[in-house]
């Protein structure tokens, strides 16, 4: 498997709170993504990054920034959780070519927003 | 943008029969069509992918098979065993301006019976 790990594994906070998880490879893979999976709605792409301090929004990027210093880590902030961001958040990397291509995923985020 | 529509979003097979997902997409620009499979609990990982220069693609027992024409593409999976129950997600990539992500479908939630 590629080398990809997120932190945390689970999080629990409260409404109005920031949030920032991290996503973290080995790889030198040139495109990272979040994602958000909720149920009936499949994976859903938040941002993703196509370089270093390089990003773009996805369909769900309300109230969600990124940020993207090294190509190792990318992080995913919530300015001010909601209840409606508590989701399974995975992160996803891919070296390029043709399309995305070969999306390689870490382990997920469960993130609870009461 | 891409929008990926996925049929059934759960489907039950007796162990031994085969199983079909179907997926469509809008965006005629779409090129690269990956299925990936997702167990309980785990990350999403990629099984098998086409491109849109092959009509049909196989892996042992696992198929995909694409129509550019009618923009739909669909998983087969013949001779199916417990270990195959998982959701199944197809996806469709967007190419923009050199930024590249995937599209995901909503998934299939498929149960084989022993």
């Known amino acids: 498997d590629a080398g990809i790990t997120q932190s945390p594994r689970h999080k629990v906070t409260e409404t109005g709170t920031p949030v920032t998880l991290r996503c973290h490879q080995t790889?030198?893979?040139?495109?990272m993504y979040w994602y958000r999976q909720d149920p009936g709605h499949g994976l859903r792409l938040i941002h993703y990054s196509y370089g270093v301090k390089d990003t773009d929004k996805g369909e769900v990027s309300d109230g969600y920034s990124v940020s993207r210093s090294k190509t190792e880590d990318f992080l995913l902030t919530l300015e001010s959780a909601t209840s409606s961001q508590t989701s399974v958040y995975f992160c996803?990397?891919?070296?390029?070519?043709?399309?995305?291509?070969?999306?390689?995923f870490g382990s997920g985020t469960q993130l609870s927003v009461l | 943008g891409e929008n990926v529509e996925q049929h059934p979003s759960t489907l039950s097979v007796q162990e031994g029969d085969s199983a079909v997902i179907k997926c469509t997409y809008s965006d005629s620009a779409s090129n690269y069509f990956p299925w990936y499979k997702q167990e309980l609990g785990k990350r999403p990982q990629l099984i098998i992918d086409i491109r849109s220069n092959v009509g049909e693609k196989k892996d042992q027992r696992i198929a995909v098979t694409l129509n550019k024409t009618a923009k739909h593409f669909s998983l087969h999976i013949t001779e199916t065993q417990p270990e195959d129950s998982a959701v199944y997600f197809c996806?469709?990539?967007?190419?923009?301006?050199?930024?590249?992500?995937?599209?995901f479908g909503s998934g299939t939630r498929l149960q084989v019976q022993p």
């Open positions: 996803a990397i891919s070296d390029g070519g043709a399309g995305a291509e070969k999306l390689f």
């Open positions: 996806a469709a990539s967007t190419v923009s301006t050199g930024r590249r992500a995937l599209t």
């Open positions: 790889e030198n893979h040139r495109y």
